[in-house]
């Protein structure tokens, strides 16, 4: 749960932020990647939400996807195209410099999955309606959306326990970084919201970290 406000810390050192995300989530982070990609079939064009230094979108190509990945840090973003390069992947991976704020600007229909991982909660609840709402939009019909995010818990007890714990780490990011992660209240009910149908949420984390599986409903 902590690791999700070091995170702002390390997103301002975006050469090193796998590592360190890696060693502070004890492989925790890399995991959720890991998982979000099983869920993507074989050779699906998948979008990308927010990929800072695009190591989820290696890891769906290296399961045969064709990605656009999109994220607004430049060097983010420079990082990304370091990866692409080094990797040899440029055919697959197409990486765009904006940020959910541009996706008014994608045609619709045209794939097959988009995913997320850690970016939702970074996001005004303003931007998080714009984003869903487009990633609907652009998906084909039975399209997928799969987003892993932090989540306020469902109990009262791991609720307070959460508040209680991140009030210091919130109050020392926010100082070195003037900006902070907003654990989702409601992330199913935002999907539903958008459009998606909920196929499948799996909670982990002492419920406060949330990987959720929606598509996008037949047409009756
Ligand atoms: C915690 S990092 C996660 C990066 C990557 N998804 C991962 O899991 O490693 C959050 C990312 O969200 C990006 N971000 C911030 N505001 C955004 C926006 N409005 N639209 C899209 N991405 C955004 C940041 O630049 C950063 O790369």
């Known amino acids: 749960m902590f690791s999700y406000l070091f995170m702002k810390i ?7 932020y796998d590592r360190r995300m890696d060693a502070i ?23 990308e939400m927010g990929c800072g230094t695009a190591e989820l979108a290696s890891m769906l190509v290296g399961r045969g ?14 990082v990304a195209r ?8 440029g055919d697959r991976l197409t990486l765009k410099h904006m940020g ?12 097959d999955a988009v995913v ?8 005004s609840d303003q931007e998080r309606r714009f984003a869903l709402t487009h990633a609907k939009r652009v998906l084909k ?17 791991p609720r307070i326990l959460q508040a209680l714990f991140r009030l210091p780490l919130l109050l020392l990011t926010y100082l070195v970084s003037r900006n902070t ?17 909920i196929n499948k949420e799996i909670r982990t984390q002492g419920d406060a970290f949330a990987l959720v599986i929606g598509s996008v409903p037949e047409k009756l």
């Open 10 to 16: 390390l997103e301002g050192r975006p050469r090193s």
């Open 25 to 47: 989530s004890r492989g925790r982070i890399r995991s959720v990647k890991e998982d979000v990609a099983r869920e993507i079939p074989q050779g699906a064009r998948v979008l």
């Open 65 to 78: 996807a064709v990605v656009t990945a999109f994220d607004p840090s430049p060097a983010m973003i420079e």
């Open 82 to 89: 370091e990866r692409v390069n080094r990797e040899g992947i």
């Open 100 to 111: 959910v704020e541009g996706m008014d600007g994608l045609s619709s229909g045209q794939y």
């Open 116 to 123: 997320s991982t850690l970016v939702l909660s970074e996001l």
């Open 141 to 157: 019909p039975e399209g997928i959306i799969v987003i892993g995010d932090e989540v306020i818990p469902r109990k009262a007890l």
């Open 181 to 197: 992660t907003r654990p989702i209240a409601d992330l199913p009910g935002e999907l539903k919201s958008a459009g998606f149908a």
